[in-house]
């Protein structure tokens, strides 16, 4: 084919606008560049955070932390289950993360009581048995930890809420939060109220329905799927109420404390 005259301006008039939006984009792309620089640079020279329940953070991320826990609070509803999963799903070897708090070779889960410190002062001591005498309640759901993995784990044990109901600490749960951990009080969680009354939420004895071994947190754990794995207290020694957001292992390190799902 002939190139004609026409053709030449046509293909002049093309490569002009390719070059002038080529301008643009490496503009665009300059000034968005140099935005997100600026905005991480302020981010990362903004101050800490005054060390308390959190800590680690900075001032502005902690504050969107906890902007956003306001935000999906409202939204949080018991009725609202996390997804659930046929037996045969299960893992079969179950991932093991961290044990901070549950590695005291001292430790005896036999004569082991669970602390229910009431707001009042007093304490219930509560073991095992009396624990499994209450109606025992299995999940299968997609354990998710903060580090990117995640499994799909079967737990049996009593619901968090069926214990409140025995032991009558309906009282308690006016208050904001609870507070668990490790017998050494090595490793805490703070949670919530309305996620631990959560119909979801377990005190574990039983994993793969077999009795829960050490390295995943006997006698007794939490599993708590409406939260990220940190939240999933192994080797509970205490539980305890406030209208105080309870000391956080994560928090305290930089971490949501809210660690919501
Ligand atoms: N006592 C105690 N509980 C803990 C932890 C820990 O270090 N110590 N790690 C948490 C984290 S980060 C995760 S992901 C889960 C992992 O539970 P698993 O080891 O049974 O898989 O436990 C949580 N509970
Ligand atoms: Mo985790």
């Not at 919530?192 to 947190?217: F, K, R």
Request: net charge positive; aromatic share 12%.
């Amino acid at each position: 084919m002939k190139t004609t005259r026409h053709d030449k301006q046509e293909k002049f008039t093309v490569d002009q606008k390719i070059r002038r939006r080529t301008f643009i984009s490496f503009a665009v792309f300059f000034a968005a560049s140099t935005a997100a620089y600026k905005s991480w640079d302020w981010l990362y020279h903004a101050p800490s955070e005054t060390s308390g329940i959190t800590a680690r953070a900075r001032q502005p991320l902690r504050a969107a932390m906890n902007k956003t826990e306001i935000f999906f609070r409202k939204f949080f509803s018991t009725d609202h289950l996390v997804k659930t999963y046929p037996k045969s799903m299960a893992a079969k070897k179950v991932r093991v993360n961290s044990n901070i708090g549950n590695e005291d070779k001292n430790f005896n889960p036999d004569t082991w009581q669970l602390s229910v410190l009431k707001h009042t002062g007093e304490t219930l001591k509560v073991n095992l048995a009396d624990l499994k005498a209450l109606p025992k309640t299995e999940i299968i759901f997609d354990f998710k930890c903060v580090e990117g993995w995640d499994q799909i784990q079967h737990w049996g044990g009593v619901r968090f809420i069926d214990f409140i109901k025995q032991y009558k600490l309906d009282d308690q749960t006016d208050l904001a939060y609870v507070g668990m951990e490790t017998p050494d009080g090595k490793y805490q969680v703070g949670l919530d109220m309305e996620s631990a009354l959560h119909p979801q939420t377990i005190l574990a004895y039983e994993m793969n329905e077999e009795p829960l071994q050490s390295i995943h947190g006997a006698p007794l754990r939490l599993i708590i799927p409406v939260k990220y794995g940190i939240k999933n207290l192994k080797c509970i020694g205490k539980i305890a109420f406030s209208n105080q957001r309870p000391p956080d292992y994560w928090a305290k390190r930089g971490y949501d404390y809210y660690s919501g799902l």
